[in-house]
């Protein structure tokens, strides 16, 4: 079992509508969440971060988190095909080090 | 202000060979960590320096070596390059190692033949 699962995808919307990616984690001990968004061929890029169970909204974007159940999301309002990329969930280890364990990314294509 | 910037933006090398990545972090940053991501893949840690010390280290061989200069510069090393090093080499920068936001450049794309 991976440190961090997500469904590859693709999931595919049409435009205006509600995306929401999905993320579970092995590791109770985590305690920061990272959204990243990854163009084709381009370097990752963070979006969003949460530290409290709850939502946190920022924009279009909301990020959902339940420590109990290990399960983050991304909620991405009124989609546009500019949101078509992978999002990858990172949640931050905390046994002693400072490194992400990144997922595998949800290929998300929003349909024009 | 200048952000991640990494050298090359591509290169091709064949089985066997050695080579060297170039990173520069964002202005302020002097931490620097060293990510590999295979095609459809997702990054995986390679390792971090911070005041020109490796702090941590992934799972990977000692054929893949690091060093960070005074100017907070990295370089990461690859000796005797296997076919299964073909991947995109992310270099992303921090405040410190402990500061969560990561900034990354945008690659260095290595083909091993």
């Known amino acids: 079992q991976k440190e961090v699962e997500q469904n590859s995808g693709p999931l595919s919307v049409p435009e205006g509508a509600i995306a929401s990616l999905n993320c579970t984690y092995s590791?109770?001990?985590?305690?920061?969440f990272f959204w990243y968004r990854q163009y084709s061929g381009k370097s990752p890029e963070l979006i969003m971060s949460?530290?409290?169970?709850g939502d946190k909204e920022d924009g279009r974007f909301t990020a959902q988190l339940n420590k109990a159940s290990q399960y983050v999301s991304l909620l991405i309002r009124d989609s546009q095909p500019s949101d078509s990329a992978t999002y990858l969930c990172?949640?931050?280890?905390?046994?002693?080090?400072?490194?992400?364990?990144f997922g595998t990314g949800t290929r998300l294509k929003v349909l024009a | 202000d200048a952000g991640v910037t990494q050298s090359p933006t591509h290169l091709i090398k064949t089985r066997g060979q050695q080579v060297t990545l170039r990173c520069s972090p964002k202005?302020?940053?002097?931490?620097v960590s060293w990510y590999q991501q295979a095609l459809g893949q997702e990054p995986q840690f390679i390792f971090q320096?911070?005041?020109?010390?490796?702090?941590q280290r992934g799972n990977f061989p000692d054929r893949f070596s690091g060093h960070q200069f005074p100017n907070y510069s990295s370089e990461l090393n690859v000796n005797a390059l296997l076919l299964g090093d073909s991947a995109l080499y992310l270099c992303?920068?921090?405040?410190?190692?402990?500061?969560?936001?990561?900034?990354f450049g945008s690659g260095t794309q290595l083909s091993v033949l």
């Open positions: 992303a920068s921090s405040l410190d190692p402990g500061n969560e936001k990561l900034f």
């Open positions: 590791d109770r001990g985590s305690q920061s």
């Open positions: 949460i530290y409290s169970n």
């Open positions: 990172a949640p931050r280890t905390t046994s002693g080090t400072y490194k992400y364990i």
């Open positions: 202005s302020g940053h002097d931490t």
């Open positions: 320096y911070y005041e020109e010390e490796e702090r």
